[in-house]
C-alpha cells in the first residue's frame, strides 16, 4: 500500500472538509470510510444552519470551506431565523435535498487533486516514540503516513437503541466501527459514551397539512456561501404542528418502557435536543410541544418530524405519532431511534485540535463530543488546516474567542470540556455583535487566503465587496440638501429640530432605514442590498461594537501572555491548590485561556500575572 502526507478516518462532514482542506494545501491525502454511501450523510435533520450554526457555516465558507457552497447548491427552503430579534442573534437555516447534498459531496471529492478515498474500516493507529506513522485497516493493510485526523462521528462502536431491541450499528442501518475505541484507549485517551437520537420519517401523503401551519421560506436574502451568484429558490413548504395532552399521557403511561428511563440507555445526551420522552418529563407543566415537518428531498416523500425525536418501541410510536392532529393516519416509513458511541474527552486535544498524548493525531467532530454537522465541518476545516501547517512545517491556525464562532467552539471544547454532546449557540459567544452571519467573510477570508485556502475567485468577490463597502461609506458623508432632509424628516414623523445633514446622521434615528434613505435620496446607485445591510448593521450598532472592541483589546493582552508547557503550577505558592491542579493538568498555552479553566478564579490568574512579571524582571 502506498503513503500518504495524511490520512483521514471517517467521510462525514468533518471528515469531507479535513480532507479538502488538506488536498488543496498540497499534501498527499487518503480520506477512508465505512461506505463511500455515507460521504456527507445527513443522518439527522435535512438541514444546514440555524441559530449560531448559520454563522458556522458562513465562517467554513469564507475560509475556503466547502459546507456553505454545497448547501446553496441543494437548498429546498432557506429562511433567516430571530429576524424579530436584533442582528447578533440572527442565522441562516436551510432544508436541504439530503441525497443531492451527499451525491454533490461526493463528487467534489472524487473530481479533487491530490486527493483519494477508499472505502474500508481503520482498526488500529500506528505510533512509534508517541508519534503517528500510519493506520492498519480491516484488511491488514498498513497505511504509512505523517499525519492522521480521526473524524469518525457517532459510528465508534455505536449501538441503535428502540425499546427494548438494540442493533450494532450505525445511523440509517450503514456498518460501524470496532476496535478503534480500544486503539484510542490503548493509547491513553479516556473514552466517553455520548447519545443522541432522531425522530421517525413518515410518509408525505399521509399526513393531513390542512392541520399544521404553513412555514414559508425567505425571498432575497443572503446566501451561506459568498461565492454563490444566484439565489436559491424556495421549491418546498415545512409545517408546524403540536403535541397534545393525548400524546403525553401515551408517554407517560410507557415511560417504563422507555430505554433512557430504564437504564437501557447509558450514554449522556444532549441537553439542548432532547427526546419527546425527556421533554414530557422534564417539562410536565407543558401540554403541548412544537413538532416540525421537514422534507428530506426534492422529489421523495420522506418527511422529518422535528422535535419528535425518540427511542420509545415502535408500537408506542404508532400510538403516540397518530395522536397529533394531522397524524391521525400517518405512516412511519422509518422508526425513530437513539444511538449510543464512543468519543474522547476534548481537554485531551490541543486548540489545534491535535492530540496532547501524539504528535501528528488530530481529532475532529463529534469524536470530540460535539452535536451537529456544522460543529463536526467547522473543527474538519481547522484540524486538516493544522495538520497541513504541521506536515509542512508552517505556524497553525487559531481562531480567538472575538475573530469567529469558529474559535469559541473550539477554545470551549479545549478549555472546559464537555460532559454532553456539545451544540453551539449564540449565547455561547461574548462577542456575538462581532461575529454575526453577514459579516463572516470580512472577518475570516484575509486569514483562509494566508493559509492557502481561498481561491483567487474567492478573494476578487472579496475585494470587490470590500470596495463596495467603501463607496457607501464614503456616500454616508455627503452633506444633503437642507430642504431635502425636511420634507424626509416630516414624512418619517421625526422632529428636526436637530438637523442631521448626512445619510449617517439620519441613519442614526431608530425609524430610519437606509433603504428609506437610498429611495428618497436616489443615492447608493448599483450597490446590493446585501452591501447596503451591512453597511446599516455598523452605522446603528456602533456604539456597541466600541465597546466591544474595547473589552477584545483586554482579553488580547491575556492572549498574547503565553505559558511554558512544561511549568510546574505546584511552583507557585500563592496559587490554590485547585488552581495548581486545574492548571497541572489543562496545561493552558496563553493566560488567557487559563483564565477561562473551570476552577481557576480571577484572583489565580492575579497571582499567575504577578508571578509571570516578576520572572520576566529576574530574566530582564
Given at each position: 500500500?502506498?503513503?500518504?502526507?495524511?490520512?483521514?478516518?471517517?467521510?462525514?462532514?468533518?471528515?469531507c472538509?479535513?480532507?479538502?482542506?488538506?488536498?488543496?494545501?498540497?499534501?498527499?491525502?487518503?480520506?477512508?470510510?465505512?461506505?463511500?454511501?455515507?460521504?456527507?450523510?445527513?443522518?439527522?435533520?435535512?438541514?444546514?444552519g440555524?441559530?449560531?450554526?448559520?454563522?458556522?457555516?458562513?465562517?467554513?465558507?469564507?475560509?475556503?470551506?466547502?459546507?456553505g457552497?454545497?448547501?446553496?447548491?441543494?437548498?429546498?427552503?432557506?429562511?433567516?431565523?430571530?429576524?424579530g430579534?436584533?442582528?447578533?442573534?440572527?442565522?441562516?437555516?436551510?432544508?436541504?435535498?439530503?441525497?443531492?447534498?451527499?451525491?454533490?459531496?461526493?463528487?467534489?471529492?472524487?473530481?479533487?487533486?491530490?486527493?483519494?478515498?477508499?472505502?474500508?474500516?481503520?482498526?488500529?493507529?500506528?505510533?512509534?516514540e508517541?508519534?503517528?506513522?500510519?493506520?492498519?485497516?480491516?484488511?491488514?493493510?498498513?497505511?504509512?503516513?505523517k499525519?492522521v485526523?480521526?473524524?469518525?462521528?457517532?459510528?465508534?462502536?455505536?449501538?441503535?437503541?428502540?425499546?427494548?431491541?438494540?442493533?450494532?450499528?450505525?445511523?440509517?442501518?450503514?456498518?460501524?466501527?470496532?476496535?478503534?475505541?480500544?486503539?484510542?484507549?490503548?493509547?491513553?485517551?479516556?473514552?466517553?459514551?455520548?447519545?443522541?437520537?432522531?425522530?421517525?420519517?413518515?410518509?408525505?401523503?399521509?399526513?393531513?397539512y390542512?392541520?399544521?401551519e404553513?412555514?414559508?421560506?425567505?425571498?432575497?436574502?443572503?446566501?451561506?456561501?459568498?461565492?454563490?451568484?444566484?439565489?436559491?429558490?424556495?421549491?418546498?413548504?415545512?409545517?408546524?404542528?403540536?403535541?397534545?395532552?393525548?400524546?403525553?399521557?401515551?408517554?407517560?403511561?410507557?415511560?417504563?418502557?422507555?430505554?433512557?428511563?430504564?437504564?437501557?440507555?447509558?450514554?449522556?445526551?444532549?441537553?439542548y435536543?432532547?427526546?419527546?420522552?425527556?421533554k414530557?418529563?422534564?417539562?410536565?407543566?407543558?401540554?403541548?410541544?412544537?413538532?416540525?415537518?421537514?422534507?428530506?428531498?426534492?422529489?421523495?416523500?420522506?418527511?422529518?418530524?422535528?422535535?419528535?425525536?425518540?427511542?420509545l418501541?415502535?408500537?408506542?410510536?404508532?400510538?403516540m405519532?397518530?395522536?397529533?392532529?394531522?397524524?391521525?393516519?400517518?405512516?412511519i416509513?422509518?422508526n425513530?431511534?437513539?444511538?449510543?458511541?464512543?468519543?474522547?474527552?476534548?481537554?485531551?486535544?490541543?486548540?489545534?485540535?491535535e492530540?496532547?498524548?501524539?504528535?501528528?493525531?488530530f481529532?475532529?467532530?463529534?469524536?470530540?463530543?460535539?452535536?451537529?454537522?456544522?460543529?463536526?465541518?467547522?473543527?474538519?476545516?481547522?484540524?486538516?488546516?493544522?495538520?497541513?501547517?504541521?506536515?509542512?512545517?508552517?505556524?497553525?491556525?487559531?481562531?480567538?474567542?472575538?475573530?469567529?464562532?469558529?474559535?469559541?467552539?473550539?477554545?470551549d471544547?479545549?478549555?472546559?470540556?464537555t460532559?454532553?454532546?456539545?451544540?453551539?449557540?449564540?449565547?455561547?459567544?461574548?462577542?456575538?455583535?462581532?461575529?454575526r452571519?453577514?459579516?463572516a467573510?470580512?472577518?475570516?477570508t484575509e486569514?483562509?487566503?494566508?493559509?492557502?485556502?481561498?481561491?483567487d475567485?474567492?478573494?476578487?468577490?472579496?475585494?470587490?465587496?470590500?470596495?463596495d463597502?467603501?463607496?457607501?461609506?464614503?456616500e454616508?458623508?455627503?452633506?444633503?440638501?437642507?430642504?431635502?432632509?425636511?420634507?424626509?424628516?416630516?414624512?418619517?414623523n421625526?422632529?428636526?429640530?436637530?438637523?442631521?445633514?448626512?445619510?449617517?446622521?439620519?441613519?442614526?434615528?431608530?425609524?430610519?432605514?437606509?433603504?428609506?434613505?437610498?429611495?428618497?435620496?436616489?443615492?447608493?446607485?448599483?450597490?446590493?442590498?446585501?452591501?447596503?445591510?451591512?453597511?446599516?448593521?455598523?452605522?446603528?450598532?456602533?456604539?456597541y461594537?466600541?465597546?466591544?472592541?474595547?473589552?477584545?483589546?483586554?482579553?488580547?493582552?491575556?492572549?498574547?501572555?503565553?505559558?511554558?508547557?512544561?511549568?510546574?503550577?505546584?511552583?507557585?505558592?500563592?496559587?490554590?491548590?485547585?488552581?495548581?491542579?486545574?492548571?497541572?493538568?489543562?496545561?493552558?498555552?496563553?493566560?488567557?485561556?487559563?483564565?477561562?479553566?473551570?476552577?481557576?478564579s480571577?484572583?489565580?490568574?492575579?497571582?499567575?500575572t504577578?508571578?509571570?512579571?516578576?520572572?520576566?524582571?529576574?530574566?530582564?
Amino acid at each position: 500500500m502506498e503513503s500518504y502526507d495524511a490520512v483521514v478516518i471517517g467521510s462525514g462532514h468533518a471528515g469531507c472538509e479535513a480532507a479538502l482542506a488538506l488536498a488543496r494545501l498540497n499534501n498527499k491525502t487518503l480520506l477512508t470510510t465505512l461506505n463511500l454511501d455515507s460521504i456527507s450523510f445527513l443522518a439527522c435533520n435535512p438541514s444546514i444552519g440555524g441559530t449560531a450554526k448559520g454563522q458556522l457555516t458562513s465562517e467554513i465558507d469564507a475560509l475556503g470551506g466547502e459546507m456553505g457552497i454545497n448547501a446553496d447548491k441543494n437548498i429546498l427552503q432557506l429562511r433567516m431565523l430571530n429576524t424579530g430579534k436584533g442582528v447578533a442573534v440572527q442565522s441562516l437555516r436551510a432544508q436541504v435535498d439530503k441525497h443531492a447534498y451527499h451525491s454533490s459531496m461526493k463528487l467534489t471529492l472524487e473530481k479533487q487533486k491530490n486527493l483519494d478515498m477508499r472505502q474500508c474500516e481503520i482498526v488500529e493507529i500506528l505510533v512509534k516514540e508517541n508519534n503517528v506513522i500510519g493506520v492498519r485497516n480491516n484488511f491488514n493493510e498498513t497505511i504509512y503516513c505523517k499525519a492522521v485526523v480521526v473524524c469518525t462521528g457517532v459510528y465508534l462502536e455505536s449501538k441503535i437503541i428502540i425499546g427494548e431491541v438494540t442493533k450494532n450499528e450505525g445511523p440509517n442501518g450503514f456498518v460501524n466501527s470496532h476496535g478503534l475505541s480500544n486503539c484510542l484507549k490503548n493509547l491513553g485517551f479516556e473514552i466517553l459514551r455520548f447519545k443522541t437520537g432522531t425522530p421517525a420519517r413518515v410518509l408525505s401523503s399521509s399526513i393531513d397539512y390542512s392541520k399544521f401551519e404553513e412555514q414559508k421560506g425567505d425571498e432575497n436574502i443572503q446566501t451561506f456561501s459568498f461565492l454563490t451568484k444566484k439565489q436559491p429558490k424556495n421549491v418546498s413548504v415545512c409545517y408546524l404542528g403540536y403535541t397534545n395532552e393525548k400524546t403525553h399521557e401515551i408517554i407517560r403511561n410507557n415511560l417504563s418502557r422507555a430505554p433512557m428511563f430504564s437504564g437501557i440507555i447509558k450514554g449522556v445526551g444532549p441537553r439542548y435536543c432532547p427526546s419527546i420522552e425527556d421533554k414530557v418529563v422534564r417539562f410536565a407543566d407543558k401540554n403541548r410541544h412544537q413538532i416540525f415537518l421537514e422534507p428530506e428531498d426534492k422529489y421523495g416523500s420522506e418527511i422529518y418530524v422535528q422535535g419528535f425525536s425518540s427511542s420509545l418501541p415502535v408500537d408506542v410510536q404508532e400510538e403516540m405519532y397518530k395522536s397529533v392532529a394531522g397524524f391521525e393516519k400517518v405512516k412511519i416509513l422509518r422508526n425513530a431511534y437513539a444511538i449510543e458511541y464512543d468519543c474522547i474527552n476534548s481537554l485531551d486535544i490541543l486548540p489545534t485540535l491535535e492530540s496532547k498524548k501524539i504528535t501528528n493525531l488530530f481529532f475532529a467532530g463529534q469524536i470530540n463530543g460535539t452535536s451537529g454537522y456544522e460543529e463536526a465541518a467547522a473543527q474538519g476545516l481547522i484540524a486538516g488546516i493544522n495538520a497541513s501547517c504541521k506536515i509542512q512545517n508552517k505556524s497553525p491556525l487559531i481562531l480567538r474567542r472575538d475573530q469567529a464562532y469558529i474559535g469559541v467552539l473550539i477554545d470551549d471544547l479545549v478549555t472546559k470540556g464537555t460532559n454532553e454532546p456539545y451544540r453551539m449557540m449564540t449565547s455561547r459567544a461574548e462577542y456575538r455583535l462581532l461575529l454575526r452571519q453577514d459579516n463572516a467573510d470580512i472577518r475570516l477570508t484575509e486569514i483562509g487566503r494566508q493559509y492557502g485556502l481561498v481561491s483567487d475567485e474567492r478573494y476578487k468577490v472579496f475585494k470587490k465587496k470590500l470596495a463596495d463597502i467603501k463607496k457607501v461609506q464614503l456616500e454616508l458623508d455627503k452633506i444633503l440638501d437642507t430642504k431635502k432632509i425636511k420634507k424626509f424628516l416630516e414624512l418619517k414623523n421625526e422632529s428636526y429640530s436637530s438637523l442631521p445633514k448626512t445619510p449617517r446622521e439620519l441613519l442614526k434615528r431608530n425609524s430610519i432605514t437606509i433603504f428609506d434613505i437610498k429611495d428618497y435620496f436616489d443615492i447608493f446607485k448599483k450597490v446590493s442590498d446585501s452591501i447596503l445591510s451591512y453597511v446599516q448593521t455598523e452605522v446603528k450598532y456602533d456604539g456597541y461594537l466600541k465597546r466591544q472592541e474595547i473589552l477584545i483589546n483586554q482579553m488580547k493582552k491575556n492572549e498574547e501572555i503565553k505559558l511554558d508547557n512544561n511549568f510546574d503550577y505546584n511552583d507557585i505558592k500563592g496559587l490554590r491548590i485547585e488552581a495548581r491542579q486545574k492548571l497541572n493538568k489543562f496545561k493552558p498555552i496563553s493566560l488567557g485561556q487559563a483564565s477561562r479553566i473551570s476552577g481557576v478564579s480571577p484572583a489565580d490568574i492575579s497571582v499567575l500575572t504577578v508571578y509571570l512579571n516578576l520572572m520576566n524582571r529576574k530574566k530582564r
